[in-house]
């Protein structure tokens, strides 16, 4: 996955493109379901990693607080548009108070 990834990021850099990598739900913590001792597959209420690698990236912090409900309005952000008024998320997009 690594070098796939790899890949696509030299592609997007190129193009002018950016990456994000998310889950809806994580459950690397609890691999193995401990009563059965078959995998767990269920979700679970730990928080997942929100990546993001594109040009300006370095420009923003991410918030911490962030839900599945933020992705969109910080895709909508990247992409210089506002969110619509019924979209409940925020941008995950926090710009540095000292950029050079």
Not at 18 to 46: K, Q, R, S
Not at 67 to 94: E, N, Q, Y
């Amino acid at each position: 996955i690594d070098a796939c990834l790899g890949r696509i990021q030299s592609a997007l850099r190129q193009s002018g493109g950016a990456m994000l990598i998310t889950a809806d739900h994580g459950n690397a913590e609890m691999m193995i379901d401990p009563v059965t001792g078959g995998p767990h597959t269920a979700h679970t209420t730990n928080p997942v990693p929100f990546i993001m690698a594109e040009e300006n990236a370095r420009q923003f912090s991410l918030r911490g607080d962030g839900s599945l409900r933020d992705i969109a309005p910080t895709v909508l952000g990247m992409l210089g548009i506002a969110p619509p008024k019924d979209m409940t998320g925020r941008d995950l997009r926090v710009p540095w108070k000292n950029q050079q």
